[in-house]
T-cell receptor, first 113, second 118 residues
Framework: TQLLEQSPQFLSIQEGENLTVYCNSSSVFSSLQWYRQEPGEGPVLLVTVVTGGEVKKLKRLTFQFGDARKDSSLHITAAQPGDTGLYLCAGVVFSGGYNKLIFGAGTRLAVHP | ETGVTQSPTHLIKTRGQQVTLRCSSQSGHNTVSWYQQALGQGPQFIFQYYREEENGRGNFPPRFSGLQFPNYSSELNVNALELDDSALYLC?????????????????FGPGTRLTVL
């Protein structure tokens, strides 16, 4: 069974602080995706990382895929209240001719003004 | 706005009943996946339909079934509802370009249907 563990589960910080969210597994994934989900909405894709060691930047968000393609991190610089939401990592497994997403339980981030 | 819609938004059922949830995919998307998201958890993969055929299934019993139609709509049916079926049900549509490729297709999620089983 492939599992993704996210940490921390909850994060409450002040505007302007930096933070890092971790996503770890004992399994290797063909790629990994990060989503953000707001109340009453479905997850929205932020980024896909494919190559081990890959780093992608999206404005103040930096995503890294571990060298062994088993873990990933999301770093947010100078967090803003608009960053508040549930951040989900999802490992992509290609098996039986289709892609399946294995989600972590998520990190709930609250950024206070 | 992902262009994926789901209905109804909320639903309350009692144990043992049957329920049908509906999803309208983005136009042109040939793949739809369904997920169950319990409170405080990440989405769990139920199954995926590609060109109207089920081509992948997660660890869910047969009382969870689905259909995909040519008009980009799909259904999730759950029979003999149990209390643990209470969750947010999400559908996600995508355009699968190559089933032999490990490159992930972008899945566009709908807002979900919140199902409560009493």
């Amino acid at each position: 069974t492939q599992l993704l563990e996210q940490s921390p589960q909850f994060l409450s910080i002040q505007e302007g602080e930096n933070l890092t969210v971790y996503c770890n597994s004992s399994s290797v994934f063909s790629s990994l995706q990060w989503y953000r989900q707001e109340p009453g909405e479905g997850p929205v894709l932020l980024v896909t990382v494919v190559t081990g060691g890959e780093v992608k930047k999206l404005k103040r968000l930096t995503f890294q895929f571990g060298d062994a393609r088993k873990d990933s991190s999301l770093h947010i610089t100078a967090a803003q209240p608009g960053d508040t939401g549930l951040y989900l990592c999802a490992g992509v497994v290609f098996s039986g001719g289709y892609n399946k997403l294995i989600f972590g339980a998520g990190t709930r981030l609250a950024v206070h003004p | 706005e992902t262009g994926v819609t789901q209905s109804p938004t909320h639903l309350i059922k009692t144990r043992g009943q049957q329920v049908t949830l509906r999803c309208s995919s983005q136009s042109g998307h040939n793949t739809v996946s369904w997920y169950q998201q319990a409170l405080g958890q990440g989405p769990q993969f139920i199954f995926q339909y590609y060109r109207e055929e089920e081509n992948g299934r997660g660890n869910f019993p047969p009382r969870f079934s689905g259909l995909q139609f040519p008009n980009y709509s799909s259904e999730l049916n759950v029979n003999a509802l149990e209390l643990d079926d209470s969750a947010l049900y999400l559908c996600a549509s995508s355009l699968a370009r190559a089933l032999t490729s490990g490159s992930p297709d972008t899945q566009y999620f709908g807002p979900g249907t919140r199902l409560t089983v009493l």
